[in-house]
């Protein structure tokens, strides 16, 4: 158990619909990062939040948005979806304490993931 | 971020360790190297990290040749439910880059 949750573990839903993935990182871990793997594809990075705020954009289309709040927990929202948005969704969390550097700050511990089926 | 290069795919009998190759030719100093493992489908999985030090921990060893230029996970006795793709990830610290890059990884079967 990596400490870091998230919900729902299923969703599936229709073309055009939007939803919404929750995920609270590891206590104390200040940045919260975004993923998406699709059927046999690698995992790609999304987007970063740290302490509240959006830090690095990868591949997120614009139809796909994230925000952090003040709890630290982050939601990714996914609107007018299409059947390539079918994947697994993971959020991974790090610690980056203000200050500190170094490889254990860095580490990102993944949580279980979202799988999200378009239909 | 530097490449990493590593096998499609090993086999390892059951008991046996398991060795994991990997190769970043042009890692920079200031670059770790994470290995992660998934499993089927659930999320990735930290192993252990490293800069220039061999490391261990309960999961595994990590040993990186003294040029930095290639390292090696070292799973001691693999069991079957170490059957899993294997990521060799090189990066800097995230006020220089912010993104963590899993290539392709190594299909990792450990066989009975």
């Known amino acids: 158990d990596s400490g870091v949750t998230q919900t729902p573990k299923h969703l599936i839903t229709a073309t055009g619909q939007r939803v919404t993935l929750r995920c609270s990182p590891r206590?104390?871990?200040?940045?919260v990062y975004w993923y998406q793997q699709s059927l046999d594809q690698g995992l790609q990075f999304l987007i970063q939040y740290y302490n509240g705020e959006e830090r690095a954009k990868g591949n997120i289309l614009e139809r796909f948005s994230a925000q952090q709040f003040p709890d630290l927990h982050s939601e990714l929202n996914l609107s007018s979806l299409e059947l390539g948005d079918s994947a697994l969704y993971f959020c991974?969390?790090?610690?980056?304490?203000?200050?500190?550097?170094?490889?254990?700050?860095?580490?990102?511990?993944f949580g279980p993931g979202t799988r999200l089926l378009v239909l | 971020d530097a490449k990493t290069t590593q096998p499609t795919s090993m086999d390892c009998a059951e008991g046996r360790a398991a060795n994991l190759p990997c190769n970043h030719s042009?890692?920079?100093?200031?670059?770790?190297v994470y290995w992660y493992r998934q499993i089927h489908s659930q999320g990735p999985q930290y192993i252990i990290h490293?800069?220039?030090n061999n490391e261990t921990n309960e999961m595994a060893s990590l040993i990186i040749t003294e040029d930095r230029k290639s390292s090696t996970l070292i799973l001691p006795h693999a069991t079957l439910r170490d059957t899993a793709v294997y990521y060799c990830i090189v990066r800097v610290s995230w006020y220089n880059n912010n993104d963590m890059r899993f290539g392709a990884g190594t299909r990792l079967t450990v066989k009975p």
């Open positions: 206590s104390g871990d200040l940045s």
């Open positions: 991974a969390s790090s610690a980056n304490t203000p200050g500190l550097a170094g490889g254990s700050q860095e580490t990102q511990y």
């Open positions: 490293g800069l220039k």
């Open positions: 042009t890692i920079s100093g200031n670059e770790y």
